[in-house]
């Protein structure tokens, strides 16, 4: 060995990227701070309008996942709304009548039995279409023959892994699918009777559970959804969904039996006590932060922003990983993204369901709202879908802070026009009133015009700009 060698300093390793990254962290701090302290200096009406600030921001963010990362259109996200808070509002206090339970429950039943179909056997067309049919038999074949509980499940198990074997997809993932229709049916149907039960005893049911159930019942429907309509692409993707918005909102208000319909919807849906339901160290430290009590509107604010604090950190945490790279892989070419091993089908209804489940959230949210109480199926029409595309494409595609941005800007907007509403004005004989969809349609044109990026993308890239120039000018200067 040469003494060069001997000598030789060894290879440095590559430093390892610390963690902790203080530009990352910052505005979570900021926003935290801000959360603890705005309660305590705004009125109430600035207050309701951040709490409805915060809602929009938790369906942008779901639907900025699904649109800004994933690249899948969707116009009806308004029904995703309306299911979270339909079902919360019902689970706590509207009864279910009682000769509705038994078709509810197999309806469940056979949405979780059907899921389950297509997730252990993908079977599809003909044979999905088969399997759904007899999901939906099975159960009134137990139910005609009274066999009870054990003689249901057995029909279900057995005859699912029949047809498994007929048809060669697997019985026993067939026969698994129908433990799933046969256990969610006795589920649901024991829930709802003892929701029943307490309505009638004069005792309602916990919001948090309604809010829990929404979210599992809008997961499910949007799987169910989102596993078929995904296939479909650009604008018939966009069909796709404004169709399935559009059935849902006529549900809302022809289903009078369950929902109140258009005319009555549902009204007295009690608030979340949120800060009085905390152990009492927790309460103080709101309370010392308040500078005082908390009434019921600022409690209902904390909880709404906490919601918005926990989705915020999820979604960037989501966007950062091996996932959110998935995601951004479909967006820019499916095939390239499959030819990498990534399975884009899989990937697109998991960001589905998660926009799904952050926007049963928000009609939870919203359904329960301090000093409301009322919903009714206007609030969950295609112009709130749209408004919801509006939102995220101000904020900017693809920006987890943007759906703050946008919704908060959509809020004032949304303000300004209910005060031209009150003062009636007229321009040239036209009436200024009700023309909501014109001036959402108007401002979604002239942001992809001018800032195709979006707001926060636009004011980002505005600024750097700025600073490039104070640099150069300043570099300038000094030169001469």
Not at 137 to 144: D, E, G, K, L, Q
Not at 298 to 304: A, D, E, M, N, S
Request: charged share 10%; proline share 3%; net charge positive.
């Amino acid at each position: 060995m040469t003494d060069q060698k001997l000598h030789a300093k060894p290879a440095q390793r590559p430093k390892l990227r610390s963690r902790f990254d203080i530009f990352a962290i910052l505005p979570f701090v900021v926003f935290f701070i801000c959360y603890l302290f705005v309660p305590r200096f705004v009125q109430d009406k600035a207050l309701n309008s951040l709490i409805y600030i915060g809602i929009n921001v938790l369906l942008a963010l779901g639907l900025n996942l699904l649109m800004g990362y994933a690249g899948q259109i969707s116009l009806g996200h308004a029904a995703f709304f309306g299911l979270g808070a339909y079902t919360s509002a019902i689970v706590t206090l509207r009864p279910i009548e009682a000769e509705i339970i038994p078709s509810f429950s197999v309806g469940i039943g056979v949405m979780a039995g059907v899921a389950a179909l297509m997730s252990l056997t993908r079977a599809s067309g003909w044979k999905l279409a088969v399997g759904v049919a007899l999901l939906f038999v099975f159960p009134w074949i137990s139910r005609a023959a009274y066999v009870g509980l054990p003689g249901t499940i057995i029909i279900c198990a057995a005859g699912m892994a029949l047809f498994g074997l007929a048809l060669k997809v697997g019985w026993w993932r067939s026969m698994l699918a129908g433990l799933i229709n046969s256990a969610s049916l006795i589920i649901c149907g024991r829930f709802l009777n003892g929701a029943l039960a307490r309505s009638y005893d004069g005792v309602g049911t916990s919001p948090w559970i309604g809010m829990l159930a929404g979210v599992l019942l809008t997961g499910l429907i949007a799987y169910l959804i989102g596993a078929q309509v995904l296939r479909l692409k650009g604008n018939y993707l966009a069909m796709g969904t404004l169709a399935f918005g559009v059935i849902v909102e006529i549900m809302f208000s022809k289903w009078v039996a369950v929902t109140g319909g258009s005319s009555d919807g549902i009204y007295g849906i009690p608030t979340i006590s949120f800060i009085d339901g905390l152990p009492g160290p927790i309460r103080r430290f709101f309370e010392l932060c308040h500078g005082g009590a908390v009434d019921p509107q600022r409690q209902y604010f904390y909880l709404v922003w906490l919601f918005v604090f926990v989705a915020l950190i999820f979604a960037v945490n989501i966007v950062r990983s091996r996932v959110g790279r998935a995601f951004r892989a479909v967006h820019g070419s499916e095939q390239a993204a499959e030819s990498l091993g990534v399975d884009t089908g899989r990937y697109k209804v998991q960001v589905f369901v998660l926009s799904a489940a952050l926007a049963s959230i928000a009609g939870s949210l919203h359904a329960h709202n301090a000093g409301v109480g009322y919903i009714s199926p206007g609030e969950f029409n295609f112009l709130v879908s749209v408004q919801l595309v509006v939102i995220v494409v101000i904020g900017g595609l693809a920006s987890v802070w943007g759906a703050l941005l946008g919704a908060t800007a959509i809020q004032l907007i949304k303000n300004w026009i209910l005060m031209l509403d009150k003062a009636d004005i007229q321009i040239y004989g036209l009436a200024i009133k009700g023309l909501d969809p014109i001036v959402f349609g108007g401002i979604l044109v002239v942001v992809m015009m001018l800032m195709p990026q979006g707001l926060t993308r636009g004011l980002t890239d505005a600024l750097a700009s700025v600073i490039r120039r104070s640099r150069s000018s300043a570099y300038q200067q000094e030169a001469s």
